[in-house]
């Protein structure tokens, strides 16, 4: 398992709990060493007991160095990042690297597995650069999300395996064989689209939910009652209809630029993924806009308390998060940000992070809710209501309970929801 980052770190852990004997590898040693004495730094539910119980039965290991690891393995899985490139296209240099590196050790027949999110054309450029007809390349993309990786792993909705080599596609769907889940092999083509294509349709959905929450706002709907009534519908399903502050995090951003380039590259314009992403940028400014009207329309020297940081409730993942895009934009035009998220600490430039989501109320003209934290439903928000100099209460997740913020006091403005009117706060 080359990387030990979210996918790598859980495949590994994953896999050695089905069984296998796997050796995890990176190139940052005191990474390694953390690892080695069963410490992760990942908030993710269930890794941190995997890896401890590989490490027990000696069936999980983790060394410096992918050269020396490689040489006796039967399938290598290669998981380091593919963040997004110059113009948006996925940057391979990773890939290409750990390839060059490995290419001529690698065991006669092991199979040469991505697992990192690769554009159309990948397998190919590996078998390119190994240059050896006895190691098969195969794709087999992931379906984790951050929060709920192991879970996902060890009950997965399908597992994807494509290579030019069924033979080999087939070995590696063997590799599964203990998970009750559908096996879908494929050529390697098809396969690596399977995770663009499942993405960049979630990044639409998301995109097409919030500009509904839009015109719920000028329309005088509730958006909560127009998903509900569309969730019912099987075929659509009732996944990825809340509105929110925009998509982000590690993934949908650099898939959907990627794809757009990979349609590029075949001259096909992709108007639809290009109009979701525009439409998320449009959703940042808009919360933007929410927030100021909250503080009278100048956010410049506004006090705002920020609820939430991470991309999403259960992880400290801050990568690509739209709730610090908003932060971004509102440092920009002069607001005071004072932040707050159970999984985040240390400084963030242009704002102070506190350790206790009261502080954040503090003397606040506005309280913002940025990312859908459970434990922010059951703050004392009457305590909160005292500690603050405004009223205005932006629940960009609809994750409050719009009684109980009015009841304290407060007024409450959601995504696509009406307004719940505020009392008269008396000094």
Known sequence: MVGTGYVG????????????????????????????????????????????????????????????????????????????????????????????????????????????????????????????????????????????????????????????????????????????????????????????????????????????????????????????????????????????PGWGGSCLPKDTSALVKVAESVNYDFTMLTSAIDENLAQRDRIVAKIAGAVGGTLAGARIGVLGLAFKAGTNDLRDSPALAVCSVLCALGAELIAYDPAVDGEIAGMTVVDDAYQVAKDADAVVVLTEWAEFKHLDWAAMAELMDGIDVVDTRNLLDPRVIVEAGLSWQGVGRPRAAARIKVP
């Not at 290419?103 to 054309?121: E, Q, Y």
């Open 9 to 244: 770190l859980t495949t590994g852990a994953c896999l050695a709990s089905l069984g296998h004997f796997v050796t995890c590898v990176d190139v940052d040693r005191a990474k390694v060493s953390r690892l080695a004495a069963g410490r992760v730094d990942i908030l993710e539910p269930g890794l941190e007991d995997l890896v401890h119980r590989g490490l027990a039965a000696g069936r999980l290991q983790f060394v410096v160095g992918a050269r020396d690891a490689v040489r006796h393995a039967q399938a290598v899985f290669l998981c380091v990042p593919t963040p997004m490139g110059a113009g948006g296209s996925a940057d391979l240099r990773a890939v290409e690297a750990v390839t060059a590196e490995i290419g001529d050790v690698l065991p006669r027949g092991c199979a040469l597995v991505t697992k990192s999110t690769v554009p159309v054309g990948t397998s190919k450029r590996i078998r390119e650069l190994v240059g050896r007809a006895d190691v098969p390349v195969v794709s087999n993309p992931e379906f984790l999300r951050e929060g709920t990786a192991v879970a996902d792993f060890l009950g997965p909705d399908r597992i994807v395996v494509g290579s030019d080599d069924l033979a080999a596609a087939r070995w590696v769907g063997e590799l599964y064989a203990e998970l009750d889940a559908p096996v879908v092999v494929a050529d390697a083509a098809s396969a690596e689209l399977v995770k663009y294509a499942a993405n960049c349709y979630l990044a639409l959905k998301l995109s097409y939910v919030n500009s509904i929450a839009e015109l719920c706002e000028r329309l005088g709907a509730d958006i909560s009652l127009v998903t509900e009534g569309m969730g019912h519908d099987k075929r659509i399903g009732r996944t990825f209809l809340k509105p929110g």
